[in-house]
């Protein structure tokens, strides 16, 4: 073995890791039955994954392909698909929660591995447990800095560079906000001395992992790069529930509506209010201690320092500073557009894979703080945690044993309640629609919906847009849609535009249509509770 690289994982390592993930993935499937099958954001990959094995379609503009193509063998027009894609995604989660934690060990060693796969395993578990890309994404970032960050002791170091562009290539067909690694990680590159083929190995890595989606996206009429949500969503100043289906906002005409001080603004605020921004500020505040504490109280000579043992190495050539730049320049790379992007969505899913970044050069930094100032304590510490690793060796085996038992004993899950009978009748409903020539029904805002992926016909979703006013809800009924199904989440939502064909009934559970509201042959109901109509909207009382 060459001795620059980093010393081989100790199999116990290896085995609490394999216990924890068995665990992890245990606890994920388990979890997947309250999970809603017709979350807006799983339907669309749901959605793409029938696509994709259908039609071969990477991109529906917004999703990328990654989670889809895992999805895709077992897709299918049917509730069982569901219970399918739940076990992958807690294969995924599981298999991801691994990753983090070995690629970590590779370069910090396995103390901080474990540390910091205990320190995501809770925001790991809330994100995982949705069928979303998000873990994967965030597993596909820890290997690629990993693979950066050991890049110049490898025996090879330009391929292994480059093996770190291809991961980030992945990860972009994953999620496409993993651009913003990749350029940071160039920008790392770029600066690292001696290195001058670093960043084009990097970005040849990149495009051949990443060649299907960028022809995809030239083929149809776009950049190799293009999403909906960079070119025209994030443009947008309000979430409306169809913004990446019918945004056409764009930089240019978002300057010309506005100043330089609402730019700042919209920042500023973004910078409080998008959540998850307290890990890039932890990750700093860290980073700050640290170095701080280094220029009160160095460390005596022949010691070690927070960078690490005292030696010329440069920052570039140490995997642990490389590895704490590339966090730098991703704090920087994602927290900006997050911030701008927050008006739209704000949620933790947005921030999440890069925090599984950020978290182990936090922690190696307070770890430097610990050394500096109780360097005593620090000894007794690591001699505990020696015998901790045999303890933790010793019980891997028997967190298997009793994750296994929990899922083996897992009791079977029952129809979730939004797939079912009723919600299949009306999605055959749909299906038929398709077939007497409907092509585009008002279905949206709803929660209680059939899955679009339970559709078997053609027709499309279309969703009322909340600046349509209830009084105009009949000319854009007219104008947009064949058909509206009618049902307890557009009614609850705008009870006044729909007033005078429909209500529901709160203490029956029911629809109840109008007087004049024929629902044709299309009626969906549920013995004597209705719960959705598929009214065409020509038969509408004007």
């Avoid at 922690?363 to 500096?372: C, E, I, K, N």
């Avoid at 064909?501 to 709160?506: F, K, L, N, V």
């Amino acid at each position: 073995m060459d001795p620059r690289l980093p010393p081989r994982l100790p199999p116990r390592l290896l085995a609490v890791v394999v216990a924890a993930a068995f665990v992890v993935g245990a606890w994920l499937h388990r979890g997947y039955a309250t999970l809603d099958p017709t979350a807006r954001d799983q339907v669309h990959d749901f959605a793409l994954a029938l696509r994709l094995r259908e039609a071969g379609t990477l991109s529906d503009g917004n999703r990328h392909p990654l989670l889809p193509a895992l999805l895709a063998p077992w897709a299918r027009r049917a509730p069982g698909f569901f219970d399918d894609a739940a076990l992958v995604g807690a294969v995924v989660g599981a298999a991801g929660f691994a990753a983090v934690a070995l690629a970590v060990a590779r370069v910090y060693g396995p103390a901080l591995g474990l540390l910091a796969a205990l320190g995501v395993l809770g925001e790991w578990l809330r994100q995982a447990r949705r069928i979303a890309p998000e873990p994967l994404l965030a597993a596909l970032l820890v290997l690629a800095a990993s693979a950066a960050a050991t890049a110049p002791r490898a025996r090879r170091p330009t391929l292994a560079v480059a093996g770190a562009g291809a991961l980030l290539g992945l990860a972009w067909l994953a999620k496409a906000s993993a651009l913003l690694s990749l350029g940071a990680t160039l920008v790392v590159l770029a600066l690292a001395r001696g290195r001058r083929r670093a960043v084009p190995a990097a970005l040849a890595g990149f495009v051949v992992a990443a060649a299907p989606l960028l022809g995809w996206n030239v083929a149809h009429g776009h950049g190799p790069t293009w999403n909906v949500n960079s070119a025209h969503v994030m443009w947008e100043d309000a979430w409306d529930v169809e913004l990446d289906r019918r945004s056409d906002a764009g930089p240019a005409a978002w300057a010309r509506g506005h100043e330089l001080g609402d730019a700042v603004g919209r920042l500023g605020r973004g910078l409080l209010d998008q959540r998850g921004v307290e890990w890039v500020y932890g990750f700093l505040g860290a980073l700050a201690l640290a170095a701080l504490v280094a220029r009160r109280r160095p460390a005596a000579a022949g010691g070690a320092t927070e960078a690490g043992p005292v030696g010329p190495e440069p920052w570039h050539e140490d995997p642990r500073r490389r590895w704490r730049a590339l966090a730098l320049g991703s704090s920087a790379a994602w927290l900006l557009p997050m911030a701008w992007y927050a008006p739209i969505v704000a949620s933790r899913r947005l921030l999440f894979p890069v925090f599984a970044v950020l978290l182990p050069p936090a922690l190696d930094a307070l770890g430097a703080v610990a050394r500096t100032c109780a360097p005593a304590a620090s000894a007794r510490a690591r001699a505990l945690a020696a015998r901790a690793g045999g303890l933790a060796a010793v019980a891997a085996g028997a967190l298997v044993v009793a994750a296994a038992a929990l899922a083996a004993t897992a009791p079977p899950r029952a129809t979730p309640a939004a797939l079912d009978a009723t919600s299949l009748a009306a999605a055959r409903a749909l299906g038929a629609a398709s077939a007497d020539g409907v092509s585009r029904v008002l279905v949206r805002p709803s929660r209680t919906l059939p899955a679009d992926w339970l559709w078997t016909g053609s027709a499309t979703a279309v969703a009322l847009p909340a600046a349509v006013p209830d009084d105009a809800v009949a000319a854009f009924l007219a104008r947009e849609a064949d058909a509206v199904l009618l049902n307890e989440g557009l009614l609850r939502h705008r009870p006044a535009a729909f007033a005078r064909w429909a209500r529901w009934d709160e203490a029956a559970g029911a629809l109840v249509l109008a007087p004049g509201v024929a629902a044709a042959a299309r009626f969906v109901a549920d013995g004597p509770r209705p719960r959705y109509a598929l009214v065409d909207v020509a038969r509408l009382p004007r």
